[in-house]
């Protein structure tokens, strides 16, 4: 059964600052990978799709990458802003639906 | 304006009630999910359905049933059987195929049993 990990569970930090979000996964037989923001009480909002055969997709300030053989996923986020504030979820689809991780709490502090 | 509608955006139940959850979308995507969602865990896959008069049990389908009568719509009802309804439920479309496609989701319908 796929397991989909996501470190670290909560992060804080001052605006301005480049960050890395991780996500792995335990089988690289994955088809997609895709990154979620969810603002609280709200549903997810898609913000980039990466499929197997990628190794990276760019949107604006975030770029996100993807090592299959490692079973790794990372979302760079430049400059952040606290408008980023919110939880990060990755997903991947390895079979009839995707898979999720717990997500990663960000918080930006002017 | 094109996307996914859920309702009612929270909704109380006593215990023993039937619910239903409505999920309408206008993005013309055949493949429809619903998850459920409580604090610290990941989302997980109550049903999904592929096509119409079409569904599959997902991981935690106990309590839980849906029918698919129209491409637009996809209603889930928590049934008494569910022994933990109390949860955050989002309910997501697929924009192409199933090994290529991107995910999107409504805004969530959040249930609490009294």
């Known amino acids: 059964k796929q397991e989909v990990t996501q470190i670290p569970a909560a992060l804080s930090v001052p605006e301005g600052e480049n960050l890395v979000l991780n996500c792995s996964f335990t089988?690289?037989?994955?088809?997609?990978l895709q990154w979620f923001r969810q603002d609280p009480g709200k549903g997810l909002t898609s913000l980039l799709l990466?499929?197997?055969?990628?190794r990276e997709q760019t949107s604006g300030r975030l770029n996100a990458s993807l090592d299959k053989s490692s079973g790794r996923s990372t979302l760079y986020i430049a400059a952040s802003q606290p408008g980023d504030s919110a939880t990060y979820l990755c997903a991947v689809t390895s079979g009839y639906a995707l898979n999720f991780g717990k997500g990663t709490s960000l918080l930006v502090t002017p | 304006d094109g996307g996914i509608t859920q309702s009612p955006k929270y909704l109380f139940r006593k215990e023993g009630q039937n619910v239903t959850l409505s999920c309408e979308q206008n993005?013309?995507?055949?493949?429809m999910y619903w998850y459920r969602q409580d604090p610290g865990q990941g989302l997980r896959l109550i049903y999904y359905s592929q096509i119409v008069n079409d569904f599959q049990k997902g991981d935690i389908a106990e309590g839980y049933s849906v029918s698919r009568e129209k491409k637009e719509s996809f209603p889930l009802t928590v049934t008494s059987a569910q022994k933990n309804p109390t949860a955050f439920y989002l309910c997501?479309?697929?924009?192409?195929?199933?090994?290529?496609?991107?995910?999107?989701f409504g805004e969530g319908s959040r249930l609490t049993v009294l």
């Open positions: 990466i499929q197997s055969s990628q």
């Open positions: 993005l013309n995507h055949d493949a």
């Open positions: 997501a479309t697929l924009k192409g195929g199933q090994r290529t496609g991107e995910l999107f």
């Open positions: 089988d690289s037989a994955i088809y997609n």
